[in-house]
């Protein structure tokens, strides 16, 4: 850190800087999650370890940081510190309560030169409403923040789980009520659908130990609330709620009409934790805005953690859409063509929430399809009609608030203009889905918005607009109309003073001198640089300013003008303040079906985005057929990963797969390392998503039946920072596929095993593959460098073997990355090693152990005394026919007898604990 002292500290002199030290300090120690701030009008500032993590993360370096000091009794006082601009602020709060999951407090100084701190702004992961300006305020944005709040009781050994999340972005309530198995496998998918930012728990401790880690390993930050937040009665609660959730025109304002006479208590108290928690019910501006839900799992395609992270759903947090890595390092990427920020979050949404329902699925397809086939159309919508949309959601909570503009109702009245011409679009497709599902409800919606179009227009000055003014009719106020015309004739006057300054400098009226307005000058002269030398010996005009636009210069009779237009200017926008207020107070009453269109916007975007991406492929994407779930079909002609094949160096090998019912449920897969194999799995399990989503699949043929579930184990990683090993994180997802597998499902597991010694890693991959085989029966791509599973499929008839193909040849190794039937033969190890450029004399070290270690166990294998090994193996066939515990216990001492009196060197170094 560099030891640097300024001589004045953020403008604040010793005294002033003394007092600030002394109050910083006061606040006390705070947790390394938090992040205080300190705003000082024109920039802001962090102290200590806040100025120490802010210059890392801003700077990439602490050379920025400084010192403030002061002399002290014995010695000086130090406070280092790290000043921040308001844009670096903004992206700094930005990754904070995004990406890195922190807390923010924001610090202002109430009393000028004093020091009477306050908080200003708070937030955290989950609870950013007052930062949204600085989070959602482009289109950039990827992450959106949700909250969540959860209880739990055990009941009959079983867990129950109420649970709420809000969605303050879209203003939704989401309830559900489960009751869940001790390793809370289906609180993890839930956790998967809604993607909480931070979860509100009674306790971190005791039984919601593994609930806590669940979240933590999930990168949800958890906040400890009272237990007694949590038994509130609902109706302690009930009116606040009432005031908050938004109710149809006829429909009886109560809870119980909402939720249709379910009892939801359970959930509904956690509920009022998270409303608390947010303040929503301290803001007026909240109350009759928000949507309550009670969620319905079975909607959805089962995804859990692994899968989401194997398939590489979302990209990697606080990646921008304009980065180069975005489109091809997730699926998100990959799909994400949206115009509109609103159709980016429901995009997001969809890819978290596969659908189950066939026929919503095919419609979904339906759509796309009409869209790929339709190029003009779809161009015209995706590069005209949806590139010129506002987040309209955002702009209706600036309405709420009361604090939106004249220019931001504006920007509402031209989202509802263009709903006519984008109509006549969809219509042209003559599409009876498109009909259905969008052209029906937008021209519904858009009958209910027609007379806010209307009173826009005749209450806003368009004529106005067109030079950039937002001012209210003059015609719609006696006073307004008196102030306009008087601007008019000051307006006027400045013209003549144009005419006369062009007569005088002997200049073209409008082309070599030209008369321009700006904010912070006002009405002035333009001339080019290159005729600023006729303003030299005139001391009639003032020179202002010289910018690359030109010389701007004024006299004073226009200065005096320019005085006179900015009095009136300003008695007319406080005239028409009260106007405005009425305006926005009106707009609010349609805010429902603005709320509905944005809704519809965002399908509208998707939709597109899904054909844009299908036919900008390197191989355009295709149609899926899709079966029922009972058919139990998944055949894929030339699958190709959706990410590898956009990289611009990438020639991508397409392969098929083909599973059957009762024919082909299982392929174990083996291969060299880099062969492929991790790739190809994810593959299938990204083609199965996307069809399941609504989008076409990179494939030349697809045949998929619904799945209820994906679930995925690919990868080995260490969690350091969470305390769990590779093979840790291994069994805990591998516990939870085999918990959560059906027939139905869809399982990729690569490389299971690899975390512990060979033995075990083999026995437990075996075990598994044998069991997801015989007693699940699901869909399942097993990849292994275990060849011994390969003998599995010599016992059920349903699994199959394949490899990714390789080739020696004059002792250059080749991958071909094509899948063929089969086992592989050899793991291609050394070969690899070979192309990661390893030192010549380990590989033949290496190629000398592996054959001495191949002739050991060959001899030991062929020297296996023939009598020993069929006692052994007719001991293991009796226990087909077992009955009771005993009977086990009593065959494997025989078993173990049988070994023991052999003396057989293999068996001795395949289970040496027996001889012992």
């Excluded at 304002?253 to 249709?260: C, F, P, R």
């Excluded at 909240?286 to 009670?294: A, D, P, S, T, Y």
């Excluded at 969809?426 to 599409?431: A, F, Q």
């Excluded at 293991?876 to 086990?888: A, G, Q, R, T, Y």
């Amino acid at each position: 850190m560099a030891n640097l002292k300024p001589l004045q500290c953020l403008n604040l002199d010793k005294n002033q800087q003394r007092n600030f030290i002394k109050f910083f300090h006061s606040l006390g120690k705070k947790p390394k999650t938090t992040v205080r701030i300190f705003d000082r009008n024109d920039f802001y500032s962090l102290h200590a370890e806040d100025a120490e993590l802010a210059a890392r993360m801003v700077f990439k370096s602490t050379a920025s940081m400084k010192i403030m000091s002061v002399p002290g009794d014995d010695e000086d006082i130090e406070l280092p510190y790290t000043v921040l601009s308001k844009n670096n602020f903004e992206n700094f709060v930005r990754e904070l309560l995004l990406v890195k999951n922190y807390r923010v407090e924001v610090y202002a100084n109430k009393g000028g030169s004093k020091n009477d701190w306050k908080i200003e702004l708070k937030g955290s992961p989950g609870n950013v409403i007052q930062f949204e300006d600085i989070l959602f305020g482009n289109n950039e944005q990827i992450n959106t923040s949700a909250i969540m709040a959860l209880q739990l009781k055990k009941e009959n050994q079983l867990n129950s789980v109420g649970l709420s999340c809000i969605e303050t972005t879209d203003r939704i309530f989401s309830l559900i009520e489960i009751v869940d198995d001790d390793f809370f496998t289906e609180l993890e998918a839930i956790v998967v659908l809604l993607g909480p930012k931070e979860c509100l728990l009674p306790s971190k401790e005791g039984e919601y130990e593994k609930i806590n880690a669940l979240l933590e390993r999930n990168g949800v930050l958890v906040t400890v609330r009272k237990r007694q937040e949590f038994t509130v009665s609902t109706s302690d609660f009930e009116d606040d709620l009432n005031r908050l959730l938004f109710f149809e025109k006829g429909q009886q304002e109560n809870l119980n009409t909402v939720l249709g006479g379910t009892n939801k208590t359970f959930a509904l108290q956690t509920l009022n934790v998270a409303i608390k928690y947010l303040d929503l019910g301290s803001d007026s501006s909240n109350f009759g805005h928000f949507q309550l839900k009670v969620m319905n799992l079975k909607r959805f395609v089962h995804l859990d953690a692994a899968a989401v992270s194997a398939l590489n759903i979302l990209p990697k947090p606080g990646t921008s859409v304009t980065s180069q890595v975005y489109r091809c390092q997730s699926i998100l990427g990959v799909l994400d063509y949206c115009r509109t920020p609103q159709g980016r979050r429901l995009l997001v949404q969809w890819l978290k929430q596969p659908l189950k329902d066939i026929e919503a699925i095919k419609d979904r397809h339906d759509i796309v399809e009409c869209f790929v086939e339709s190029l003009n159309t779809r161009k015209e919508i995706h590069d005209d009609y949806l590139k010129r949309i506002p987040d309209i959601m955002m702009l209706t909570k600036k309405l709420m608030r009361r604090n939106a503009s004249l220019q931001d109702v504006y920007k509402l009245y031209r989202v509802v203009g263009r709903v006519p011409n984008l109509l006549g679009l969809l219509s042209d497709l003559e599409n009876s889905t498109v009909n259905n599902i969008l052209s029906k409800p937008i021209r519904d919606t858009y009958g209910d918005l027609f007379k806010f179009k209307e009173m826009i227009e005749k209450i806003l000055d368009m004529e106005g607009i067109e030079k950039g003014e937002y001012f209210i009719k003059p015609s719609f106020d006696e006073e307004l109309q008196t102030m306009k015309e008087k601007m008019d004739e000051i307006e006027e006057k400045i013209r003549k003073e144009l005419r006369k300054a062009a007569n005088d400098l002997n200049l073209d009226e409008g082309s070599s001198i030209k008369l321009d307005v700006v904010s912070h000058i006002g009405y002035h002269f333009r001339i080019s640089l290159k005729e600023d030398s006729v303003l030299r010996k005139n001391t009639k005009y003032r020179t202002i300013d010289a910018v690359k636009g030109g010389v701007r210069f004024t006299t004073d009779k226009l200065t005096d003008l320019n005085s006179e237009f900015s009095e009136v200017r300003e008695s007319y926008e406080e005239q028409q303040k009260s106007i405005v207020d009425e305006v926005i107070r009106v707009v609010l009453g349609y805010l429902p079906p603005l709320t509905n269109l944005s809704h519809l916007i965002a399908q509208l975007d998707c939709f597109t985005s899904f054909a844009v991406a299908a036919t900008s492929s390197p191989i355009p994407y295709v149609r899926p057929k899709m079966r029922p779930a009972e058919t139990r079909v998944l055949n894929l002609k030339q699958v190709r990963h959706p990410c590898l094949e956009m990289q611009s160096d990438v020639n991508f090998i397409a392969n098929d797969i083909d599973f059957r019912k009762d024919e082909t449920q299982m392929y174990i897969i083996t291969g060299p390392n880099m062969g492929g194999k991790s790739t190809f799995i994810r593959s299938v399990g990204s083609a199965v998503l996307l069809a399941h989503v609504g989008s076409f699949v990179p494939c030349d043929e697809a045949e998929i039946s619904i799945t209820d579930s994906i679930l995925g184990r690919i990868g080995a990683s260490d969690c350091i920072m969470k305390g769990l090993s590779t093979f840790m994180i291994e069994m805990i997802e591998t516990s939870g596929i085999i918990r959560t597998a059906t027939e139905n499902s869809l399982v990729i597991i690569d490389e299971l095993g690899r975390g512990t010694s060979t033995y075990d890693g083999c026995g437990i991959a075996w075990s598994i593959a044998e069991y997801l085989a015989k007693e699940t029966k699901c869909f399942t791509l097993f990849a292994t460098h275990f060849h011994e599973i390969t003998e599995l499929a010599q016992t059920v008839s349903t699994v199959k073997n394949s490899h990714l193909s390789a080739m020696v040849e004059n002792s250059n190794f080749i991958l071909l990355y094509q899948v063929k039937p089969g086992p592989m033969d050899n793991s291609f190890g050394i070969q690899v090693a070979k192309l990661a450029d390893f030192p010549e004399d380990v590989v033949k070290l290496a190629q000398k152990c592996y054959d001495e270690i191949e002739d050991h166990f060959s001899n030991l294998k062929s020297n296996a005394d023939p009598e020993a090994v069929s006692l052994f193996a007719s001991s293991l066939e009796k226990l087909s026919d077992v009955e009771s515990l005993e009977d086990i216990t009593k065959i494997i001492a025989e078993v173990r007898g049988n070994v023991r009196k052999s003396g057989n060197e293999y068996f001795k170094s395949i289970c040496p604990e027996v001889f012992q």
